[in-house]
């Protein structure tokens, strides 16, 4: 017989699931809150200009092609291989860094900072490399039906890590690197999970080696929202429909089944297996009212901070600026220990600019550029007004004048800004969390709220806060641990 599934929310964990399970000859529909799929993977199109608003690059193409190969199709978008990775400008520091993946070329750079640093950082890649290696597969791509059998898991891990779980990655970034332009840089990537290097665990140190080593970084053609494009289209030959402007606000539940959801227009949704893409411990609490996830639980989970994002169109073009650039400050330990408990300051210590239209042209109008600004800001638990976000704002526009030699503001013919209240009211993000729960070590694994419903044995959970975890390349493997949770369900 053949089963009915329907996704709540059309993020890249609910489109890559519709797509798995629509290639197995299941019945998939999809219902999505917002007019347009992708979730935070999502995209702007204003005043003539074309903006990727969330992820503007993506990692472990490894997981992508695997996708494409286990729906039987080719990868439905093109990307490039991003050389370098990105660059890196201090304030105090005229010298811009460029991040290859080539050792040599990147130790270069720092010569006279940090005469070592080849080997320090093939040392480092080593030891980030080995913890890849020896967890990914077992303890990231694996579904877990308890504590216990994580813990298990957990313990056929190579046992030289175990120190990596007692230091943070800024500690152990120190314990490699000497010079404050190296230990910043290399630490970085730890702001991709959406906590800073020193509340963010040591292990997640492997980061570096998916940045340097293994598989790098890539750019779509296009813009990031051609994955998305794609995936719906390979939907569509599949007969799958997607219904927008639709979201769930309640449910009927009749014992161990859930009967079917309740929409905000009082239309009800049902169906032999219900997957949400919405966050994991959201809908639990908004929805199903579950007490383990009410507001007051919720806000005492670890979070993700915010981010403040804006769009800027320019009417002139800037050869000088690269396509992914960091901008780091000169308080940068300060700011990052105290992002979540002093946030009243307009100095950012780290902010990122994608100049999406330098290889997308088609993203600008002719002789323009499309620029899209990142910085992340404590989220609403820590910061719940954001009246002063145009100053906040004009703060970066200035300092990046600065930085490259241009007064842009001048220049600026499109502006729009979302705080962490947009993200929180647009994606239902509790507090505007950027990326949902956070990686600390009681909520990653079998201690993030499940892939399956602990009442109803119908439902199942993709996407950030739940396994693995944030980020594309998590998406992509949460889509395919949660298939298999349905593939196992029996009516």
Not at 379 to 386: A, F, S
């Amino acid at each position: 017989m053949q089963k009915n599934v329907l996704i709540v929310g059309a993020g890249l964990g609910g489109l890559a699931t519709a797509l798995r399970l629509a290639k197995k000859e299941y019945k998939v529909e999809l219902i999505e809150k917002n007019a347009q799929a992708g979730g935070r993977l999502n995209q702007l199109k204003k005043d003539g200009f074309t903006f990727d608003t969330g992820p503007s690059f993506f990692s472990m193409s490894f997981e992508f092609k695997e996708f494409a190969r286990d729906c039987n199709i080719e990868l439905p978008f093109k990307y490039i291989e991003l050389d370098p990775l990105y660059t890196v400008n201090f304030s105090d520091n005229p010298k811009t860094f460029f991040l290859y993946k080539d050792i040599k070329k990147l130790a270069a750079q720092f010569k006279d900072v940090e005469p070592d640093f080849e080997e320090r950082m093939t040392k480092y890649l080593a030891k980030s490399g080995a913890l890849f290696h020896d967890t990914v597969d077992l303890v990231i791509k694996n579904n877990f039906d308890s504590v216990f059998s994580y813990v298990i898991t957990l313990m056929r891990v190579n046992s030289t890590h175990i120190p990596v779980l007692f230091r943070s990655f800024w500690q152990e970034v120190k314990r490699n690197f000497t010079s404050k332009e190296a230990q910043q840089i290399v630490s970085l990537v730890a702001f991709f999970l959406g906590r800073t290097p020193f509340d963010t665990m040591a292990i997640y140190t492997l980061l570096s080696y998916t940045e340097f080593k293994h598989d790098g970084y890539y750019n779509v053609e296009g813009g990031m929202y051609k994955i998305v494009e794609g995936i719906v289209d390979e939907l569509k030959k599949e007969n799958v429909k997607i219904t927008y402007n639709t979201e769930v606000v309640d449910f009927v539940g009749n014992g161990k089944t859930l009967e079917y959801l309740i929409d905000t227009k009082g239309n009800k949704w049902s169906s032999d297996v219900i997957l949400v893409n919405a966050d994991a411990a959201v809908f639990r609490s908004k929805v199903f009212k579950r007490e383990k996830y009410s507001l007051e639980k919720l806000d005492k989970m670890n979070w993700t901070m915010g981010y403040l994002t804006f769009y800027i169109g320019l009417k002139t073009k800037l050869p000088q600026v690269n396509h992914h650039n960091y901008y780091l400050g000169s308080n940068y330990e300060e700011y990052a220990n105290n992002i979540l408990q002093n946030p009243d300051t307009l100095q950012k210590p780290y902010y990122y600019v994608n100049v999406l239209s330098k290889y997308n042209q088609e993203c600008a109008p002719e002789g323009c550029e499309s620029l899209f600004f990142v910085c992340p800001v404590p989220n609403l638990l820590h910061k719940p007004n954001w009246d002063d976000k145009d100053a906040i704002v004009d703060s970066i526009i200035a300092d990046f004048s600065k930085r490259i030699d241009k007064d842009i503001a001048p220049e600026i013919i499109s502006r729009t800004v979302y705080t962490p209240i947009d993200w929180q009211n647009q994606f239902n993000l509790h507090r505007g969390s950027g990326l949902g729960l956070s990686h600390s070590m009681n909520q990653i694994g079998a201690f993030r709220p499940a892939n399956f419903d602990e009442k109803f044995k119908n439902v199942f959970y993709v996407g950030a806060s739940t396994i693995p975890g944030a980020g594309l390349p998590m998406a992509i493997i949460s889509s395919k641990l949660a298939a298999e949770r349905i593939e196992k369900y029996v009516l």
